[in-house]
């Protein structure tokens, strides 16, 4: 995980930290898609085939259980009341609350590709060699714009994992957590929350 200091929760946002993302992507030789959250800049490592094929995999679960709004690839901005950004976050897979309105779009125009947070009912990620962003900072991120469910397959842990029921500290972000928590070993059915379906990871395990 490459991590670039950015501006602090605590002063003033200038320049927009999608503003700042921009300027790395366009500044980058090969193709990145960097975060923002707790005041750092993240450059996710590139993931590899098996990371892209788990987060499709899950997607794809989700959908044959009848949630058509699951997917992958979009961004999502976590606001404060007062304007500012507390983060940036690309989720590996998604649910979504409801299909994009009109006003989403507009959001995402003027947060320069950004939807909005509360679009999520789900959110979920695949660590590669980011496992303590995806495990700290990350969570905090979902947990202060209250999505009601973060799940997060450690690979280098052999376990995924499923949070719900958000405390969101929105003054203090980092101190924002999940109250609930289940896992399992890889291989297995990681339970989710209803209405969820019981995620199985057994792919995982399994080498050509």
Known sequence: MSVHPATRAEEPQRPDPADLLIAIEE???EPIRPEYVEGLILVPPQPDHEHNAAAFE???QLRSAGFGLAGLGNGYRVGLGNGRTVALLIPDF???RREPTDLDEAYRTARKGWYPIAMLALAGEVTSGNHETDTGPTLRAYATAEVPVYVLVHRREGRAYAHSDPVSVPEAPA???YRAVASVELGGKLRLPDPYPALDTGFLTRRP
């Open 27 to 29: 500044a980058t030789q």
């Open 58 to 60: 899950l997607s794809s």
């Open 94 to 96: 998604y649910v979504l």
């Open 175 to 177: 101190e924002s957590h």
